[in-house]
């Protein structure tokens, strides 16, 4: 069965980093493009960031370029995003996303980490 | 504002059929295959449609999905109670971006 777990939320002064984890199994990690995907409270999904399987290629949204780093842990099947200079309108629940081999679309999500960012 | 354009909520009795539209330009929908995913209150997005019409194993043939020129359409029929979700269509944009539209609420009343 294809899990997703991500982790490392949590609240988080304004200009301050975190670290968040997606941890994957249940099928093979390395063969994988992977996705973060945002949602602020209320709202509706916003692309962030996606890294090539073997981690050689990246992808960010304007809005987190130089901000953020999306890597990858092949040996222990981890996704990470490193986000720095956090503003309150990153505030939101953070997914991580799987894409499948044929075809450009997100076929298994995880439940999700929150990240507050106070002022 | 998203991207794609969706109608913020749609309602409809048990059992009744509904349409949710997704609307966008040839930069993203007109070039790309689209997506819907449905998001349970509480719970994370899940992949409902893919390459416009296609269902993933598990999803049942009640929902389905269309697609015509820069917009595209999930349709639901037989309603249930359960169906009572946000739904989001999404694609790709030129710029290798994943896009989505601003999600529409199902109410089954």
């Known amino acids: 069965e294809v899990q997703l777990v991500e982790s490392g939320g949590g609240l988080v002064q304004s200009g301050g980093s975190l670290r968040l984890s997606c941890a994957a199994s249940?099928?093979?990690?390395?063969?994988?493009?992977m996705h973060w995907v945002r949602q602020a409270p209320g709202k509706g999904l916003e692309y962030v960031s996606a890294i090539s399987s073997n981690g050689g290629s990246t992808y960010y949204a304007n809005f987190v370029k130089g901000r953020f780093t999306i890597s990858r842990d092949n040996s222990e099947n981890t996704l990470y995003l490193q986000m720095g200079s956090l503003r309150a309108e990153d505030m939101a629940v953070y997914y991580c996303?799987?894409?499948?081999?044929?075809?450009?679309?997100?076929?298994?999500w995880g439940q999700g980490t929150l990240v507050t960012v106070s002022s | 504002q998203s991207v794609l354009t969706q109608p913020p909520s749609v309602s409809a009795a048990p059992g009744q059929k509904i349409t949710i539209s997704c609307s966008g330009s040839n930069s993203n929908i007109g070039n790309n295959y689209v997506s819907w995913y449905q998001q349970l209150p509480g719970t994370a997005p899940k992949l409902l449609i893919y390459e416009n019409k296609k269902r993933p194993s598990g999803i049942p043939d009640r929902f389905s999905g269309s697609k015509s020129g820069t917009s595209a359409t999930l349709g639901i029929t037989g309603l249930q109670t359960g169906d009572e979700a946000d739904y989001y269509c999404g694609t790709w944009d030129s710029s290798l971006s994943a896009v989505f539209g601003g999600g529409t609420k199902l109410t089954v009343l």
């Open positions: 996303a799987r894409s499948p081999r044929t075809t450009r679309t997100f076929d298994y």
């Open positions: 249940g099928f093979t990690f390395s063969n994988y493009v």
